[in-house]
Structures are given as structure tokens and as C-alpha cells.
């Protein structure tokens, strides 16, 4: 794990609650906890990606000048590479975690949509060929 920011790729994800975010990362994707200043803020790191964690209560959380609440559960994604899309499916469905779709195939591989505690996408994808 890299302490330089500078190497690591940051996305934000808003979540509702962010212990329950660094459980569902950690355990079930293979992120590490790099920090924690919950209930507010944690980041988690897998290989060079940093998602930022932000509850309620961070300033990333405060609403804009027009009063609109940032909120998670968007469309936007991280896109994490699996070698056995269908065995990673079934691991995490036994564990209980929510998907929006089933399998999809196209012309590059194959894919699916988790979701994490908060509705946040991550997309599960199995290049073609493997």
C-alpha cells in the first residue's frame, strides 16, 4: 500500500454509514483500511485505487448553495477486474450482498452490478477470454 497520494487514484463515494462501508470493502472486496475518522470519513485502498468514504456528517456531506443534499447510489462505478466472474457472484450472494442485474456478456467480457450498504455501484468484470 502506497502512503503517497499522489500514486493512488481517489474516488468518492458518499455512504449512508461508514463502518458499515469499510466492513462491506474490506470483507467482501479486498480493500485495506488506510484511515478512519468514522462516523464521518474513512478511505480504503485496493492496489492503486482510494475510495473515499463520506458519511452524512463529512464536509463532502454538506449541501450545495441551492440546498440539493449530496446522496449516494448513483450510476457512476469502480470497476474492479475478477478472473471467475461467476464464482465471485456466488461468494458474495452467499454472503447475503445485494446486485442490481444478473451476468451480462458483451464483446469485452462480462459483468455484473453490486451494490455496497448505500446503493453505491461496483461493477464486477471478467474480461473476455478468461
Do not use: C
Amino acid at each position: 500500500m502506497s502512503d503517497n497520494l499522489a500514486d493512488l487514484v481517489s474516488v468518492r463515494y458518499m455512504v449512508d454509514d461508514v463502518d458499515m462501508a469499510v466492513d462491506f470493502y474490506t470483507k467482501h472486496l479486498g480493500f485495506t483500511l488506510r484511515m478512519s475518522a468514522a462516523p464521518a470519513f474513512a478511505d480504503v485502498v485496493r492496489g492503486k485505487l482510494r475510495l473515499l468514504l463520506s458519511g452524512p456528517t463529512s464536509s463532502a456531506g454538506r449541501p450545495m448553495p441551492d440546498g440539493t443534499q449530496p446522496a449516494p447510489g448513483g450510476w457512476n462505478r469502480v470497476h474492479l477486474i475478477v478472473s471467475d466472474i461467476a464464482a465471485e457472484v456466488e461468494q458474495l450472494r452467499a454472503a447475503g450482498l445485494a446486485f442490481r442485474n444478473d451476468i451480462v456478456t458483451g464483446p469485452g467480457g462480462q459483468q455484473i452490478l453490486l451494490e455496497d450498504p448505500s446503493g453505491n455501484v461496483v461493477e464486477l468484470f471478467q474480461p473476455a477470454g478468461r
